[in-house]
């Protein structure tokens, strides 16, 4: 895995996202790869996906699509372009194993499985002090 100073410069990549302020689900970016990307998020009680003490699956959701968001902002920078924003339009496969309660830290690893440009294809696996808490398989497009 490459770790660009950008992944260190959370200012930097939380502008190329669509979502602002409390929406953000994404509170570090770990590794940066050519095809594939590791980020966290901290679950806090003020987050908006939590109810009733735990994070929601749409939450989990939302932080899987941001984390592929963020392997092409930072992909873009790197090459001095700017990203064009990207849409989720279909969820193949989804499997929450657990209940994530606040203060939990995930760790969602995202592996690039096909991207054609317009279309890209992710899987990714999120886990809890290294317990898999989930995978996914998600279909995203990219905006003209």
Do not use: C
């Not at 990549?13 to 590794?31: R, T």
């Not at 920078?77 to 995930?106: H, M």
């Amino acid at each position: 895995m490459i770790s660009s100073p950008l992944v260190r410069q959370r200012d930097a990549w939380v502008q190329g996202l669509p979502h602002k302020g409390p929406a953000i689900m994404v509170d570090k970016v770990i590794e940066h790869a050519a095809a594939s990307v590791k980020a966290q998020l901290t679950v806090t009680p003020d987050n908006i996906y939590v109810r009733n003490g735990l994070f929601q699956v749409a939450g989990l959701i939302e932080h899987i699509a941001q984390t592929v968001a963020l392997h092409k902002v930072i992909e873009a920078a790197e090459k001095k372009t700017t990203a064009k924003k990207g849409y989720l339009t279909a969820i193949r496969t989804l499997n929450v194993e657990q209940d994530i309660p606040i203060g939990s830290s995930i760790i969602t690893e995202i592996f690039i499985l096909m991207d054609l440009g317009k279309a890209i294809k992710a899987k990714s696996i999120s886990r809890i002090d290294h317990q898999m808490i989930g995978t996914s398989e998600m279909l995203f497009m990219i905006q003209d």
